[in-house]
């Protein structure tokens, strides 16, 4: 159980995110009012619970602080919902689609003797509220951090928030994962899901040692980016850290974030930044795609199986775990396909003598389907998706010199991370953040597009390419 010191560090985050908006500028104070929660906050079970409210968690109340402080402390910095209509309707069906789950979870659910409760109004109010607080680092992150100031500001803190938490990783790799125990009582997953290849998963103050290594992915390609820019002395040194970063991903033995960041540090050095933007909007269609092209048989499960096998036995056998799983599942939330089962896990297969659930749910894709229908899912996938599909539509016009050298990395993180959705539910704040920005910047290209053409027909000029300096 959490031990007094995961209570109170929860209870006074709301007053160093005071702070943080006291006295930085209000980009740099709302990422890192996230980005530290998300670092060094203590993980579920550790909350607040109150009637009617979602558990306030590490993810949950750091959101829903930042959002009050920002609008007591700076007020209204524009519209806090997205300006186009696409967007706002999946924000829309974001946050109010659990009511029509609730509505069609009116009954109990039996297995044999064993009961789960049917939905009512407690559960519809906390299920909106939840949706509410999750989404808001997305709505924050658009409407302040969607400019050039912010862009830089987002992936500098990424990459200094991955150097901090190099430290107490390689700690665990030596020592095994203690910290959250020694410093809030608990441990907050299975010890032995951290055990690999005769050594150790660092996995620090977060839910698992796959989300520590996503993270690390995300700072190396952030490191990679700032390098891109960067000229002389500064360059070796960022392109050296990212190295340093490189050997701590490989210490925390996940084979999925390995490659990612395998394959993401060249994009991100080398490429073009439209092509980055292309090849990102390409994994985001895949990724969004996934669901409709396994249940039609297009996605290689047997070839995916002979590869993990080739890595090692225990992969295949958890892949081939995962896979069973999601057909079960699938298959479970067919009979509610558009708004699906809803709480209490009303989405699983219990066991009908013992109540114990027999299915398990890794994916994010799979537990959206089976909570919320493909409603839900399409809201969420789609509110992710959705600025990386606009970065496309709206740079094909533009030169790479037009554009950030920043943009194409942050997109391809976000496409990235909806890939990893697929096999593990490694949804987070920065997750939203990163929607969020590339939304804001998408909406100000966009802007630009429709305003100069109308100043050059006014003033019989050569259109003028937008300047990534303006917007960026």
Request: net charge positive; with cysteine.
């Amino acid at each position: 159980m959490p031990n007094g010191l995961a209570y109170l560090m929860l209870a006074v985050w709301p007053l160093v995110t005071l702070v943080m908006f006291r006295r930085w500028p209000i980009e740099r104070a709302l990422i890192w009012s996230l980005l530290g929660a998300y670092m060094f906050l203590p993980p579920p079970p550790a909350g607040f619970d109150f009637p009617l409210m979602p558990p306030l968690t590490k993810e949950s109340l750091p959101s829903l602080a930042t959002f009050a402080i920002c609008l007591f402390y700076h007020g209204r910095q524009g519209r806090l919902l997205p300006r186009g209509r696409l967007a706002q309707a999946l924000v829309f069906l974001f946050i109010f689609s659990p009511v029509a789950t609730v509505l069609g979870n009116s009954e109990p659910v039996f297995y044999g003797s064993i009961g789960l409760p049917a939905l009512g109004l407690k559960d519809m109010v906390a299920l909106v509220l939840l949706q509410f607080i999750l989404i808001l680092p997305f709505l924050l992150a658009r409407q302040i951090l969607g400019t050039g100031r912010g862009l830089r500001e987002l992936v500098g803190a990424l990459f200094v928030g991955g150097l901090i938490y190099s430290l107490p990783m390689l700690l665990e790799v030596r020592l095994s994962p203690q910290l959250n125990i020694w410093v809030y009582g608990y441990f907050q997953h299975y010890f032995e899901q951290m055990i690999r290849d005769g050594g150790f998963r660092p996995i620090v103050f977060m839910y698992h040692g796959l989300w520590v290594a996503f993270f690390t992915v995300m700072a190396i390609t952030c490191a990679i980016a700032l390098a891109r820019e960067a000229d002389g002395r500064r360059r070796l040194v960022l392109i050296g850290a990212a190295f340093y970063l490189g050997v701590v991903l490989v210490l925390c033995k996940s084979l999925g974030s390995l490659i990612y960041g395998i394959y993401l540090a060249p994009l991100a050095l080398l490429l073009p930044v439209r092509m980055q933007v292309r090849i990102a909007a390409a994994m985001a269609l895949v990724a969004i795609s996934y669901p409709l092209l396994k249940g039609a048989g297009f996605v290689p499960v047997d070839w995916l199986l002979e590869q993990a096998a080739r890595a090692s036995p225990e992969r295949a056998n958890s892949l081939q775990f995962r896979l069973d799983n999601e057909d079960i599942l699938m298959e479970r939330a067919g009979l509610k396909p558009f708004f699906g089962w809803g709480s209490w896990g009303r989405n699983h297969i219990l066991n009908p003598y013992t109540g114990v659930m027999e299915t398990v749910t890794d994916g994010r894709w799979i537990i959206l389907i089976g909570i919320y229908g493909w409603v839900g899912y399409m809201a969420e996938f789609g509110l992710i998706a959705l600025p990386i599909a606009m970065l496309w539509i709206n740079s094909r016009r533009l030169g790479n010199r037009d554009l950030s050298p920043l943009l194409g990395p942050v997109a391809l993180l976000l496409a990235v991370n909806l890939i990893d959705m697929l096999p593990n539910a490694t949804l987070t704040p920065l997750t939203w953040l990163f929607a969020g920005t590339l939304l804001g910047v998408a909406e100000k290209m966009r802007d630009q597009r429709s305003v100069e053409p109308r100043d050059q027909s006014r003033a019989g000029q050569r259109h003028r390419p937008l300047g990534w300096h303006s917007v960026m």
